[in-house]
């Protein structure tokens, strides 16, 4: 598989074309409304793409720099009349850059344990230690590890209470296994109570979307080739996750990534977000017996909702909760300023993207924040302490966890 040729910038040139220099993403861009300069919104990233496509711009540090500065939220392919797909343009670029330039060192680093799972196990449990021992934080967003991962913790076959022959793998990725273990025993349960068999295979591991968020395609390839084999061994009837950019992954990108590979494209049909597969099981009546006497405002991850399309199910099954009421906030889809390494490698100026919706959230008067990214709950958890705001965040798996006890 020729992986330089997938995100190829020539593919994109149709769509970088339809562009007709509206201004729509002006509104709607996160990071031009902190930054308020053209090259870091939509239509001036297409435009940079075209000139790099022509040969008239070559690819530099300013450029990397450029494109970096983009959520891939999809706030903008959204509000765009003309349907141009900006965020698979900045991943073309991306790759580009990556071709010509590599990345940085602390990216690397990373990325060598998406190649190498049982690195990234160690390096976790060498930063759980070093936030145990020391008090550090391995960075600045990073809430404290687990001390076991959750593969560690669940056996890889988990039989349901009651049985209804349907059988689920759990595909965790990397937060749900390293860092927020309690939602992935969350799902378990739920799944569990509902007569649901849950698998969950030793052998999976990061989904690869960071590395080729990064531009790094091949290295995700590899982590796409390793996974489908460890899923392919598994009979299963779906796979869920309670990571949208998981479910993005293996559903969108997969395909692309293994187009020679016809269990990639199976797999994908079987993939739902945890809440989708739910919405869709659970009856009227059962989530009307669950207690939950929480006044709870939800937040769109943008991967979940403008990625996979789904807004309505989550809040429909957090409706039908007996005590539960939701208020919803102003701009409950603007993206949060997390969108992985980007709120690392933009501290500030992720910070700053997530003040209003700090601020929507508080207006609500809400005494939980509900979401259904792992993503999104680091992002909100540790800032809305540094705000002076105790509010819990869940996950919407668990807040039916806790509505079951």
Known sequence: MNIARLKNIERWEEDILRCIRCGNCQAVCPVFQELGEEPYVARGKVQ???????????????????????????????????????????????????????????????????????????????GYLLQ?????????????????????????VIPPHKKTGIKAVFFSGCLINYVYTDIGKSLVRVLNRNGVEVFVPPGQHCCGFPSLNAGNWYTAFQAARSNIEVLDSEKFDVILTACPTCARALKSYYPLLLKEDRRAKVLSEKVLDVSEFLYGYLNINELRALQFSETVTYHDPCHLARGLGIVDEPRQMLKKISGLKLIEMNNAGRCCGGAGF????????????????????????????????????????????????????LHTIQVLDRAYK
Request: net charge positive; charged share 20%.
């Open 48 to 126: 940079l793409a075209y000139l790099l496509l022509l040969g008239r711009i070559k690819c530099s540090r300013k450029l990397r720099e450029i494109f970096n500065l983009c959520l891939t939220c999809k706030s903008c392919v959204e509000n765009c009349p003309s349907g141009v797909r900006v965020d698979e343009i900045v991943l073309a670029v991306r790759a580009e850059l990556f071709g010509q330039q590599g990345l940085p060192l602390i990216k690397s680093l990373f990325f060598q344990g998406i190649r190498n799972p049982a690195l990234l196990d160690r390096g976790a449990r060498l």
């Open 132 to 156: 145990k021992i020391a008090g550090l934080n391995t960075c600045f967003t990073m809430p404290p590890l687990a001390q076991r991962t959750l593969k560690e913790e669940l056996p890889a």
């Open 342 to 393: 980007f709120g690392f490698e933009h501290y500030d100026l992720s910070k700053r993207i997530l003040v209003p919706k700090i601020e929507a959230v508080i207006s609500t008067g809400a005494s939980c924040l509900v979401t259904g990214c792992p993503a999104c709950i680091m992002q909100f958890s540790g800032s809305l302490k540094t705000h002076n705001v105790d509010l819990p965040v």
